[in-house]
């Protein structure tokens, strides 16, 4: 099968971002994020852009929708796909390997699903599609879709949930992928108790460099308490903390146990696109090694 994108998947804090460079940095590649939150400048920390992980000795791997918005500014999984394929596209015009790496269960599924927005059609197979989702999950979707949902949507209605996601969708109908995207995906699976521990030492790593600062930069720049609880995990308890409702400790715990229950919803998130149709090939861990191994037999290099 001829593949044209490889994407490296898994949940947050699992060693994503370091094995792509690596794989990037063995087979000529460009990384393309698909993080939801690291598009916003100056918002480094606590999103883990981790940019040091895109050095592989002494060279830098180039990545893409990174630092590319205010957080003043709203970003739409709709800019999301147009910047992903003007990415890909330059990627592949100078022969080099498209990557697409990260953890946001829905940017993911939109590329590889190829979605292409309809007319609105409250009674198609988008609209069955939607009606076999959890709430929750129709929330996120409508919230990224750049909808302003004071006053206008009822937020424990399904139905009235749905028709607003539809409606988004709709007014995105001028734009169509302008390339068939056929991905080979490669699943980073570590145990969970692994990833509880990575996340509780990355958290107590950042707070003791610089993330309280950075939240309180974002403030004095202009970016309000409302809005960085709408960025959520670290700024929304970075601001509950730094507005006075939660001491240290309690932002400490209650942000560590948001975080875990983030990085079960997106193993959910892959599960549910396996069931899908969509093959991921599970390594355990960030093994550089059996990456290396997956791509060199499926992309002949």
């Not at 001829?2 to 994503?16: E, Q, S, V």
């Not at 690291?38 to 040091?52: A, C, P, R, S």
């Not at 991905?183 to 990833?195: P, Y």
């Amino acid at each position: 099968m001829d593949y044209n994108l490889l994407t490296i998947l898994g949940p947050t804090a699992a060693g994503k971002t370091r094995l792509s460079a690596q794989i990037a940095n063995r087979f000529n590649g460009e990384i393309l994020s698909a993080d939801s939150r690291q598009v916003y400048i100056g918002m480094d920390i606590g999103t883990g852009k981790d940019i040091i992980d895109y050095s592989v000795g002494d060279f830098k791997i180039p990545y893409h929708l990174i630092d590319i918005i205010s957080p003043k500014d709203e970003f739409s999984m709709f800019q999301f796909r147009k910047m992903f394929y003007e990415s890909f596209l330059d990627i592949k015009g100078r022969n080099k390997l498209p990557i697409l790496a990260g953890g946001t269960g829905l940017f993911i599924h939109s590329i590889l699903k190829n979605y292409s927005m309809q007319e609105v059609n409250f009674s198609g197979e988008r609209f069955e599609e939607l009606s076999q989702m959890e709430l929750n999950d129709l929330i996120d979707i409508l919230k990224s879709q750049n909808v302003s949902l004071h006053n206008t949507t009822d937020l424990t209605d399904k139905k009235r949930i749905i028709k607003a996601i539809l409606i988004a969708e709709s007014n995105d109908n001028e734009f169509k992928s302008p390339v068939n995207i056929n991905s080979f995906v490669i699943g980073v699976r570590v145990e969970r108790s692994k990833i509880k521990e990575n996340i509780k030492a990355r958290l107590k790593e950042r707070l003791e460099n610089g993330m309280i600062d950075e939240a309180k930069k974002l403030i004095a720049d202009g970016i309000t308490y409302k809005k960085l609880h709408f960025f959520g995990l670290e700024y929304k308890y970075l601001a509950l903390y730094l507005s006075g409702e939660l001491n240290y400790n309690d932002m400490q715990q209650k942000l560590y146990s948001a975080i875990c229950e983030f990085a079960k919803k997106q193993m959910t998130w892959f599960r549910k696109m396996e069931k899908e149709g969509i093959i991921i090939h599970w390594i355990e861990g960030a093994d550089f090694n059996e990456a290396e191994k997956l791509v060199k037999e499926n992309f002949g290099l």
